[in-house]
């Protein structure tokens, strides 16, 4: 006999609402019905309120954490509407605050996985190496989580010296306490029984369920938006996508913990090679057609569609984000585990219900 | 960057066609990306996208008015939560949705109706 047991919206390891009604026999999961709603905001039709360039900064706020690459997703879409190529000098910039993005996006999960596992010391060293990268983010963008630094056409903000020797420094700072928690979370005896063999997912049912991101990776699939010939300038900047292959929540938090790495040698690299010259094209007229754009963000491959009709107003905005992609595979994943393990899969994907319900 | 353009799309003229040729990406190792749904004259259109080897491939569909589209669903389990959305969004009905939330997958019962419709 199976019982129907609420997980959420409200629950001690969800940041945000997100509600699963979990069928339960003999304290392992049967079935899974997932709930969303709870903080739908409308803002694919709030942009009707706004003109192109007001719609970058509605786009940041879809996520607190990934905002700055929503900004840089959407203002590269609209960029192809213009089929206009922005400065060199600021795509790189764009690519440094994108991996920021990432860096502290990945140690914020890990603290608030740590913590679902019942790790408290390892969630405040992760949160603590976390303030390093918002200190360098707010020196550079002015905020610490919404920064604003894409603007169609380019950027808005230069990188100065001071700027490059605090990111050269952070990333100095930051190496060595990543392999310290790396150490925890890889080596750790009671990490690795909570985590090994849990919830795993096959790398063949990980690619047809559209799953995205470090999920996707950590089931063997190497795929990484960073790769297309839409990003050509990660090519030159030692990118090497992180894939493990065993598909369960070990592999999951190795692919992240592999990514914080990449994020340091990608800005290093950009700071070594970016050029001078200007941040910004000047953009006139207004945007016309359709168009696609896909990034990278720390938890998966987002995808923005914006359809311009020659007005100031885009006449449609599209935004499929990667926990939107990644739900489905919870009613893959967590049929077979066991009740008091449901957190730690759900975490596993990284949920943000904010991106997910927009 | 022209595979991520939209020019490059497949018209589809029939459910039946829309469903053999999702049936066909899925055996040739295509995973499903997401759907687009836009107000037509008469009508809804759907964008499919579909992503293999970090290349898309988009099908364009026209929703005839009162027409209730297939779901695809049943051969990418995935496309269960944006088919939702559009019940919600748009009012469009899908034919054989695996999980259907009937119009309440965002919206409560005292929510508008087909805000984007």
Redo the contacts between chains.
């Keep these: 006999m199976t019982t129907i047991i609420p997980f959420g919206p409200q629950h001690p390891v969800l940041p945000e609402p997100v509600s699963l009604k979990l069928e339960i026999d003999n304290d392992v999961v049967v079935g899974v019905?997932p709930s969303?709603?709870y903080v739908?905001r409308?803002l694919?039709?709030f942009i009707n309120t706004k003109d192109f360039n007001q719609t970058t900064y509605v786009c940041e706020r879809i996520c607190g954490i990934c905002s700055a690459l929503h900004g840089i997703t959407y203002t590269r879409a609209v960029e192809?509407l213009f089929d206009t190529e922005i400065p060199e000098r600021a795509q790189y910039i764009r690519v440094i605050v994108g991996e920021l993005n990432r860096l502290h996006s990945h140690l914020l999960w890990l603290g608030l996985f740590a913590d679902g596992f019942g790790f408290e010391s390892l969630f405040y060293e992760c949160w603590k190496y976390r303030e390093e990268v918002l200190d360098v983010a707010e020196r550079i963008c002015g905020n610490r989580v919404i920064h604003s630094i894409s603007k169609v056409g380019g950027v808005t903000k230069d990188l100065t010296k001071e700027h490059i020797d605090m990111l050269l420094k952070m990333c100095d700072s930051l190496e060595p306490e990543i392999k310290n928690v790396e150490k925890v979370f890889v080596n750790n005896y009671t990490v690795k029984q909570r985590l090994v063999g849990l919830a795993t997912m096959s790398k063949q049912v990980a690619?047809?369920?559209?799953?995205a991101g470090p999920t996707l990776r950590g089931s063997g699939n190497a795929?990484d938006?960073r790769?297309?010939?839409?990003w050509d300038i990660y090519k030159d900047l030692g990118f090497k996508t992180a894939v493990e292959k065993d598909g369960d929540c070990y592999a999951r938090t190795k692919v992240r913990i592999t990514e914080l790495l990449n994020s340091l040698t990608i800005i290093r690299n950009a700071i070594s090679k970016m050029p001078d010259g200007e941040i910004e094209t000047r953009i006139k007229g207004f945007p016309t057609?359709?168009?696609?754009?896909?990034t990278e963000q720390p938890r998966g491959?987002v995808?923005y569609?914006v359809?311009g009709n020659g007005t100031k107003k885009l006449?449609?905005l599209?935004v499929?984000t990667p926990t939107?992609?990644n739900?489905?595979?919870l009613?893959?994943m967590l049929p077979g585990v066991k009740l008091a393990d449901v957190p730690i899969v759900v975490l596993t994907i990284d949920p943000c219900v904010s991106c997910t319900?927009r | 960057?022209l595979?991520?353009?939209?020019q490059n799309i497949t018209e589809i003229k029939s459910s039946d066609e829309l469903l053999k040729t999702v049936e066909g990406l899925?055996s040739d190792g295509y995973?499903?990306?997401?759907m687009?749904?836009?107000k037509a004259d008469e009508g809804h259109e759907l964008?499919y996208?579909f992503e293999k080897d970090?290349k898309?491939k988009?099908l364009r569909y026209f929703v005839k008015p009162g027409e209730k589209p297939k779901s695809m669903s049943g051969i990418?389990?995935?496309a269960?939560?944006?088919e939702n959305e559009y019940q919600d969004l748009f009012g469009l009905t899908f034919e054989g949705l695996a999980?259907d939330y009937k119009g309440?997958?965002?919206?409560?019962p005292n929510s508008p109706k087909a805000?984007?419709a």
């Design positions: 019905l969303l709603g739908h409308g694919e039709t192809k690619y047809e369920a559209g799953t795929i938006v790769e297309t010939a839409d057609g359709e168009a696609i754009m896909r491959e995808v569609y359809k006449e449609r599209k499929r939107f992609a739900i489905p595979s009613l893959l319900e | 960057m595979d991520n353009v939209i899925k995973r499903y990306s997401t687009i749904c836009l964008i996208i970090n898309l988009n990418y389990l995935c269960l939560l944006i999980i309440h997958l965002y919206l409560t805000p984007l």
